[in-house]
């Protein structure tokens, strides 16, 4: 196995408390990384990975864990960004079930309780670089395949993210190299993580259609699922305009139509019978290797899920 060398690794350390920063970017020198920035404020955190995104980012949660959380899973989100698949390892010094929650939440790669030694942080970062965890897209979530099971079977597709870190620490390509297949790779990735969201958001949709006719028209509960598709089928839209997918753009037309039918109360029964078949039809864009009835079954077997788990929440 060849030795590992940072050196030519870009990394980024935020952390609010100087002596804090210091230490970590102290540690990455050890280790051997040469290009190291350091921010003191979450929004320069944010503005430096969207700009200058580096191969690495170590970035402080305690204390900010909402802020910080919010922009990893920002930029994991955003395909429009120029990488969003940098290595991020985020650090505390408590590790409490809320935070952790939050952190795994974000598509952060890592977690790393404070206070940490530098054959720890090495071990991490080598980790990313030789054995760096596959990514999957689900509706609200971009990030590494987490599962405990890994044999368990799933419809969810995960796909290798680009690792500029591995490509100049490990193949030790050049400058040029390093730009050269990164771009190919994020344009790839970029297309996967398009593609993947518009597919999930589809079938969400579909599923928020479904809880929808299980609510009495006009209750608080109706109207948060009716705007909820009406989100869901604007976000898709905008993704098919951009993707020239001029099938699915109609039938999200259609929804939104259906939509301010259902607002309005101007023929519902029309309006409702568009909702659906629109919906149904949005899906199996995505999904045609499935079968209409295929998808339903699988639609209506996730809405049971969440009626079970709102019955237990309410009985507990």
Known sequence: MNRLVYDSAEALVYDPVSANRMSTRSALYALGFR??????????????????????????????????????????RCADNFNPFIVIIATAWEKNASLVSRVVNSGADDLLLRPFS????????????????????????????????????SNIDLFDPPNSLRMKAKDRLTSDQVAQRLDNE???????LKTEKLRRDAFQLCVQWRLLQSEAPGSSAYEEHLERI?????SIGKGCRDCELDQATGWC??????????????DRGAS???????????NLVFRPECSASDQLAEIDAVVAVIHRRTAERLAS
């Open 186 to 192: 994020l344009q790839a990735a970029r297309d996967v």
């Open 118 to 153: 530098m054959g720890l942080l090495q071990n991490r970062i080598d980790t990313h670089i030789e054995a760096r965890k596959r990514f999957v897209v689900t509706t609200d979530y971009v990030g590494p395949d987490r599962r405990r099971d890994q044999a368990r079977t």
């Open 35 to 76: 290009k190291i920035d350091t921010v003191a404020t979450v929004r320069a955190f944010a503005e430096f990975i969207c700009k200058r995104p580096p191969d690495l980012a170590i970035c402080e949660v305690q204390g900010a864990v909402g802020e910080v959380c919010d922009e990893i899973q920002q930029l994991r």
């Open 230 to 234: 009406g989100q869901l089928a604007r």
């Open 272 to 282: 409702t019978h568009l909702l659906g078949h629109a919906a149904q039809s949005l």
């Open 253 to 266: 037309d259609s929804i939104l139509a259906a939509v301010q039918g259902l607002e309005v109360g101007v």
